[in-house]
């Protein structure tokens, strides 16, 4: 059965978050809440106002040479650079070149990237992009990778979080479990949905997901 979807009633600009109650599995994580950021990952009026929302928070303080776009991010991640850089706003990045670098896993689910991409990360900062951030494992791999090949994390940005920082990094996101207070995420091992043999509604990950 798909899961039953709603709004909660809560805005960031243009920005909403839809979301669904039940049972979810991911790659790392069982949850007690879908986040599913369809409309802000594949439409651009949906993007540009996800970019626009976190330009505001971003643009005074934060240097970023290169966004690295996780999570299906990509045109989130192009309207956001167009943010950072254009004129006419106190920032830091106006005028200035940023690239844009789409996540590339290897076959054992490693983050890689080809030699001719290296130069974006060597001694750039770096801006982490993702849809949500909950036990933080994905965010963790994004900061082994961009420092393995020489570069420096400048900060992590997503639509929502259920955590305020990663490795002493703060999380900057326009919804948090205040906007989500009931939200929880478990290890597979200690899920009380699945000591409670309450089946899972879905399998989810960064394309969406999968009814059961």
């Given at each position: 059965m798909e899961p039953k979807f709603f709004d909660i009633p809560v805005c960031v600009g243009d920005v909403t978050l839809r979301v669904a109650r039940g049972h979810f599995a991911t790659r790392h994580s069982h949850t007690n809440y879908f986040i599913d950021v369809t409309r802000q990952q594949s439409s651009l009026q949906g993007a540009e106002a996800v970019a626009q929302q976190l330009g505001q928070r971003l643009?005074?303080?934060m240097m970023v040479d290169t966004i690295l776009c996780m999570d299906g991010t990509r045109v989130i991640g192009t309207c956001l650079a167009r943010q950072l850089t254009q004129g006419g706003y106190v920032s830091v990045n106006a005028g200035k070149e940023i690239y844009l670098l789409r996540e590339n896993m290897s076959a054992d689910g490693k983050l890689i990237f080809r030699d001719n991409a290296r130069f974006m990360l060597e001694g750039k900062a770096v801006l982490l992009l993702?849809?949500?951030?909950?036990?933080?494992?994905?965010?963790?791999?994004?900061?082994?990778?961009?420092?393995?090949?020489g570069g420096n994390v400048a900060g992590i940005a997503s639509i929502y979080s259920h955590l305020k920082e990663v490795k002493g990094i703060p999380v900057v996101s326009l919804f948090s479990t205040d906007d989500l207070p009931?939200?929880?995420?478990?290890t597979p091992q200690e899920c009380p949905l699945c000591r409670q043999n309450q089946e899972l509604d879905a399998i989810v990950d960064k394309f969406g997901y999968s009814a059961l």
């Amino acid at each position: 059965m798909e899961p039953k979807f709603f709004d909660i009633p809560v805005c960031v600009g243009d920005v909403t978050l839809r979301v669904a109650r039940g049972h979810f599995a991911t790659r790392h994580s069982h949850t007690n809440y879908f986040i599913d950021v369809t409309r802000q990952q594949s439409s651009l009026q949906g993007a540009e106002a996800v970019a626009q929302q976190l330009g505001q928070r971003l643009r005074a303080s934060m240097m970023v040479d290169t966004i690295l776009c996780m999570d299906g991010t990509r045109v989130i991640g192009t309207c956001l650079a167009r943010q950072l850089t254009q004129g006419g706003y106190v920032s830091v990045n106006a005028g200035k070149e940023i690239y844009l670098l789409r996540e590339n896993m290897s076959a054992d689910g490693k983050l890689i990237f080809r030699d001719n991409a290296r130069f974006m990360l060597e001694g750039k900062a770096v801006l982490l992009l993702l849809a949500s951030v909950t036990t933080g494992s994905t965010v963790e791999k994004g900061i082994r990778c961009v420092q393995y090949y020489g570069g420096n994390v400048a900060g992590i940005a997503s639509i929502y979080s259920h955590l305020k920082e990663v490795k002493g990094i703060p999380v900057v996101s326009l919804f948090s479990t205040d906007d989500l207070p009931e939200y929880a995420s478990y290890t597979p091992q200690e899920c009380p949905l699945c000591r409670q043999n309450q089946e899972l509604d879905a399998i989810v990950d960064k394309f969406g997901y999968s009814a059961l």
